[in-house]
């Protein structure tokens, strides 16, 4: 590992060789804050990162941005514990993937909308992903406006939504179960992606949809 | 300028290119009982307004800019910012099949520079949005009419279908069209904010619950419409 | 840019596209016998195509591809939104979409033959999609119904009486029907057919195959 440098309320340790684990208030609450992740993987080199616990977004405004730039023949997996929408946050996420036309990547994002019976907080989320400067997948998300959050054209009857960006060697195939589908994009990547009434049935489903659109996945 | 004529001809159903056939996912969330009578169907116009048809808006007004100015160059960098913002395959088909149809209708009504090289550029037939932005720029809309003809597409080929499928009182459908009016004008300003040639920040408001509804749809038997 | 932009596909050799010929008639007459019927007589002389609009998901097209009257890839089908008339009469444009991929796909063809989903009696093909066309009644509709007249019955190019050995069975007199269709269609032809019995539909290929002809010494040398 080239440089790992994070400040309060962000911390960042190294776990293994190519591992990183996001720990304390970026694993945590998140109330009021702004923090940036920015991960550059260079070529020919591999990364994982993972959290410890999932991240509770707590009311207020907090701002969470991540850019990830992954080289030539390099590979990043991305698959942080689910972020949680307490009753009266935020939060706005953005995601930029600024991809070389033969990296692989993982990028698994979960979002829970509120706390065990409590409505969800808002958060808006938008990532873009772009492979050699042309767009992959642009997709923004928008969770607890009461115009839409309870509509079957959205998120239906779901109380989490995920999704896994797959990017690679992969076998251009489409599948489908109930609440998850796996989706070849125009571009080279696929995406998985799934609705759930509960975080294990959302990990499930997106978990199924990976192996397919990744047979080399355990 | 004749733009509010052309803009209400190309938001009419009854334009003879292909809509007709589309729900928009109506069928199949009727089918899977999502959609089952006007509460669920209001609920369902919104998100897909807030999501789809924003997307849509955006698309076709920038569509209609470059229309102004068309360049094969233009038109295939914004067809890959269509590709990118939806990632159902089945959505994708639907889309580009509607935007071929819509091309070789309107080329013939008003025959320009906007629709040719569009369809030179992208031959296999370019995104719904994209095709509805470059036909209007062809019949002399601005990129704002373009905006609202493709968001008010966007829930009316659903609503239709639903009364349809499900036998609903039409006027009553036509009511909670009607209550759209204001979400409909948020999407087309929306829509118009950006017009740069940088298209990357466009709305990119994704639907999951209709991803799968596509996806589904394909995969059910008996269907009526395409999509 | 040319104002005069039509939409028509031409084959490559020079001779004019196919002869689209549109298929119509109510709910259960016979037209996708009829189609069957015509591959059947026609497929060994001209190049076909075949799309379908049905109501109902592509049972058309399955059943015509079970019945292996034509090569599989040769029939599209196109939905219709729950509005079979539309597609064939207001808006055509995905009739005319699939029409032109068929002849890129496999053309030149000598005839595309479009078969409506089954309708009303006022369900008729718009002249921008068939050139000619065709409706199919049955005699178990009873005898009355060339009498009512109504667009397909009277304006169609051929009017195809079909299913004539249930005549007896459902007590329709088939020279009221003659006289009656006579009446209203001006002197344009109809035939009267068992398509049960004879499985090729010949007199109704023979028109077909006649149709083709003029249609081809027409549009020889056009472009
Ligand atoms: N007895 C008899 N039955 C026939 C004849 N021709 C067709 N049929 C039967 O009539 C039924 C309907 O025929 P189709 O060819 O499917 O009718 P269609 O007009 O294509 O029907 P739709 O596409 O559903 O509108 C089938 O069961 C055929 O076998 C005939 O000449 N005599
Ligand atoms: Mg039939």
């Known amino acids: 590992m080239e440089t790992l440098r994070s400040d309060p309320p962000l911390t960042l340790r190294q776990t293994g060789p190519g591992v990183v684990h996001l720990v304390s208030t970026a694993a945590g609450p998140l109330g009021g804050d ?136 992969l ?39 990976e192996r397919l659109a990744d047979k080399t996945l355990p | 300028m004749h733009g509010d004529m052309a803009m209400l001809l190309l938001a009419d159903s009854r334009l003879p290119a292909g809509g007709h056939a589309h729900s928009g996912g109506a069928e199949e969330a009727v089918r899977v009982g999502a959609i089952t009578g006007p509460e669920d169907l209001a609920r369902f116009l919104r998100g897909r307004l807030a999501t789809a048809g924003v997307v849509t808006a955006a698309l076709a007004a920038a569509a209609c800019e470059v229309g102004s100015n068309p360049q094969p160059g233009r038109w295939q960098r914004l067809d890959a910012e269509a590709d990118a913002r939806i990632s159902s395959p089945a959505q994708r088909e639907a889309s580009r099949t509607q935007g071929r149809l819509l091309v070789r209708t309107t080329r013939r009504i008003w025959p320009s520079e906007s629709l040719e090289t569009l369809a030179q550029a992208v031959p296999d037939g370019a995104h719904h949005p994209v095709a509805l932005g470059a036909a209007a720029a062809a019949a002399g809309c601005e990129p704002r009419q373009a905006a609202l003809a493709a968001a008010y597409t966007s829930v009316t080929a659903p609503a239709t279908a639903a009364v349809r499928l499900l036998g609903l009182d039409p006027v009553l459908v036509h009511r909670l069209l009607a209550d759209l009016a204001p979400a409909l004008n948020d999407a087309a300003h929306e829509a118009c904010v950006i017009q740069a040639d940088d298209w990357s920040d466009l709305p990119a408001h994704a639907a999951p619950a209709l991803d799968l509804l596509a996806e589904q749809h394909l995969r059910t038997e008996v269907r009526l419409f395409v999509s | 840019m040319s104002a005069n932009h039509e939409d028509h596909h031409h084959a490559p050799d020079g001779h004019g596209r196919a002869l689209r010929l549109g298929i119509g008639g109510p709910v259960g007459s016979g037209k996708t016998a009829l189609v069957a019927a015509l591959c059947r ?73 479009v078969e409506s989903g089954g309708d009303n009696l006022t369900a008729t093909f718009s002249r921008g999609l068939a050139d000619r066309q065709i409706f199919v009644l049955d005699v178990s509709g009873g005898d009355k119904v060339p009498r009512k007249g109504g667009p397909g019955v009277t304006a169609a190019d051929l009017l195809v009486v079909n299913k004539t050995d249930l005549a007896p069975m459902v007590g329709a007199d088939l020279t009221v029907m003659s006289r009656d269709a006579a009446k209203v269609r001006d002197g344009k032809p109809v035939l009267f057919t068992s398509i049960r019995e004879d499985k090729g539909a010949h007199s109704v290929a023979e028109w077909v195959v006649g149709i083709v002809d003029t249609w081809q010494h027409q549009h020889a040398h056009t472009v």
């Open chain 1, 34 to 169: 702004h923090l940036d992740l920015t991960i550059d993987v260079a070529p020919l080199t591999s990364l994982s990162v993972f959290s410890v616990a999932s991240t509770l977004a707590l009311p207020g405004r907090s701002l969470l941005t991540v850019t990830a730039r992954v080289g030539s023949g390099a590979s990043l997996h991305y698959s942080p514990e689910p972020i949680v929408l307490a009753d009266g946050c935020d939060l706005r996420v953005q995601v930029r993937l600024e991809l070389a036309p033969d990296a692989s990547v993982f990028w698994r994002e979960e979002l829970v909308f509120g706390r065990h019976g409590e409505p969800s907080g808002r958060c808006h989320t938008r990532l873009d992903a772009t492979v050699g400067g042309v767009p992959l997948l642009r997709q923004e998300l928008v969770i607890g406006d009461p115009a839409t959050h309870d509509s079957p054209a959205v998120f239906g009857t779901a109380h989490c939504a995920g999704s896994t960006l797959l990017t690679g060697d």
């Open chain 3, 41 to 113: 007589s026609l497929g060994p002389s001209l190049r076909l195509g075949v799309v379908t609009n049905d109501i109902y998901t592509t049972e058309d097209a399955d059943f015509l591809r079970r019945a292996g009257v034509i090569d599989a890839d040769r029939i599209l089908a196109v939905q219709t939104g729950c509005c079979p008339h539309t597609a064939i009469r207001d808006d055509i444009a995905a009739n005319i979409d699939a029409v032109e991929t068929l002849e890129e796909r496999f053309g030149p063809l000598d005839l595309v033959i």
């Open chain 1, 171 to 209: 076998p251009r195939e489409r599948h489908l179960a109930d609440g998850c589908a796996v989706l070849p994009l125009a571009g080279p990547g696929t995406l998985v992606s799934a609705l759930a009434p509960d975080t294990v049935e959302l990990r499930r489903r997106l978990e199924w949809g």
